[in-house]
């Protein structure tokens, strides 16, 4: 049977669940992070922040200085967890299998539960009436053939959307003029690599699959691959005794060498992988900072611990 799947994605979440507990926040600019006085990152924004250009992992100088009017504060990862939490609830009445990748976002299996595609949407709308009527946030929900394409499904009526793709011939429909940034696992170096070959939509990748297997290697299978709607990742089951490691990662929209930045950026995602390695049942955590450098090359710059004594 093929796979039906429902990708649920909270609309700026932490900043929904400040809103929505403090009423008066909102249509104001939320820029959640560090404050102005401080050294520091943007972890989350509302969308009339977004539309000064501020984003997620920016630098809270250069969101001030962009946006100058806005509300700041700090995350209160404690509550979000809490909210995440109930949504899973919600989420595990449909899905036979659920795969968490954030606190606001998860893969949810439900092949056998809804059984077709009409089904299927009917439980998205469900998902988002009761995320709206018993935790008063929205959400935007993809269904769709594939995990690449429920995601690319969620993404595509935000916020507060849905939108099906039901077949690899729909999703390539969809895709095919469109940048290859578009395409998951497209980074902005893959996109430029693929750019200087004269490659930028998705039919050029169709159209020159042969070249990309070649140059591109392993990633360069995948890229095709999707080019053409194919992909069969499960929906991997998560539980929490099995959890091996932790993370969290953030991708910037640009190249930095600015450290300080990537100092503050380190503490904000250690501070949020900590809460959960402490509602994992670990005491420490260690955080590895894996970086991409110009030419490509992975790699991991330096760890560090981040502990709470239980
Ligand atoms: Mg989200």
Avoid at 21 to 43: M, N
Avoid at 92 to 117: C, H, N, Q, R
Wanted: hydrophobic share 35%; proline share 3%.
């Amino acid at each position: 049977m093929k796979q039906i799947i429902i990708h649920v994605d909270m609309d700026a979440f932490y900043a929904s669940v400040e809103v929505r507990d403090d009423p008066s926040l909102a249509g104001k600019p939320l820029i959640i992070g560090a404050l102005p006085t401080e050294r520091g990152v943007v972890a989350t924004c509302s969308y009339e922040a977004r539309k000064y250009g501020v984003h997620s992992a920016m630098n809270i100088k250069e969101a001030y200085r962009r946006c100058p009017h806005g509300v700041y504060m700090h995350p209160n990862f404690e509550k979000y967890r809490a909210v995440s939490e109930q949504l899973r609830k919600i989420w595990y009445d449909y899905a036979v299998k659920m795969e968490p990748i954030a606190l606001d976002e998860a893969y949810l299996d439900v092949t056998y539960s809804a059984g077709d595609f009409e089904r299927a949407g009917e439980m998205a709308r469900e998902i988002k009436a009761r995320t709206r009527k018993e935790l008063g946030l929205t959400c935007s929900v993809g269904v769709a053939y594939s995990k690449t394409a429920a995601k690319t499904a969620s993404e595509e009526k935000k916020p507060d959307g849905y939108f099906e793709i039901r077949t690899a011939e729909d999703f390539v429909k969809l895709m095919i003029d469109r940048d290859v940034k578009s395409l998951y696992t497209v980074g902005a170096k893959t996109a430029e690599k693929l750019n200087r070959i004269g490659i930028y939509t998705v039919r050029d990748i169709r159209e020159r699959k042969d070249e990309i297997l070649e140059r591109f290697g392993k990633h360069g299978q995948l890229i095709t691959e999707l080019s053409f709607g194919i992909d069969d990742r499960k929906v991997i089951e998560y539980k929490p005794e099995d959890a091996k490691s932790l993370s969290r990662e953030v991708t910037f929209q640009e190249d930095t060498e600015n450290y300080r930045m990537l100092d503050d950026v380190l503490v904000l995602l250690a501070l949020s992988v900590e809460d959960r390695a402490t509602t994992a049942c670990s005491t420490t955590c260690w955080c590895c900072w894996h970086f991409r450098s110009k030419t490509g090359q992975g790699g991991t710059v330096f760890t560090e611990r981040a502990s709470r004594s239980s």
